[in-house]
C-alpha cells in the first residue's frame, strides 16, 4: 500500500515562506495525479493544488500566485512552496491522490501555521 508522509510544517509570521514535502512510497506516485489538501480550524479540509503526471498544476484561487506544487518523480516527493503566508493560510497540511479511488486514508498532515 501507498504511503505519504508529510513534512516542513512551523510556525511562521504572515509573508514568511515555507516548504512542505511529500514522500511517497509505492508503486502509484509516478502515473497519477496529486495534491495538497488543508484543514484549516474549523473548516473541512479543500484542495490548495494539484500537480498532474505530466507536471500541470492547478491551484486554488486563495493561493494562486503565492504557492507552487511540483514533483519529483526520482525522488517519489511532491513539493508545495508557499510563499506571502497569510494567517488565513493556517491549517495541517495533507499530501494525497487526487483521484478519490486512490486515497485511502488521510495522513497526520503536517502542521501551518501563520501569525499575524
Known amino acids: 500500500q501507498v504511503q505519504l508522509v508529510e513534512s516542513g510544517g512551523g510556525l511562521v509570521q504572515a509573508g514568511g515562506s515555507l516548504r512542505l514535502s511529500c514522500a511517497a512510497s509505492g508503486i502509484s506516485f509516478r502515473t497519477n495525479a496529486m495534491g495538497w489538501y488543508r484543514q484549516a480550524p474549523g473548516k473541512q479540509r479543500e484542495l490548495v493544488a494539484g500537480i498532474g503526471s505530466s507536471s500541470s498544476t492547478n491551484y486554488a484561487d486563495s493561493v494562486k500566485g503565492r504557492f507552487t506544487i511540483s514533483r519529483d518523480n526520482a525522488k517519489n516527493t511532491v513539493y508545495l512552496q508557499m510563499n506571502s503566508l497569510k494567517p488565513e493560510d493556517t491549517g495541517v497540511y495533507y499530501c494525497?491522490?487526487?483521484?478519490?479511488?486512490?486515497?485511502?486514508?488521510w495522513g497526520q498532515g503536517t502542521q501551518v501555521t501563520v501569525s499575524s
Open positions: 494525497n491522490f487526487i483521484a478519490i479511488s486512490l486515497r485511502g486514508s
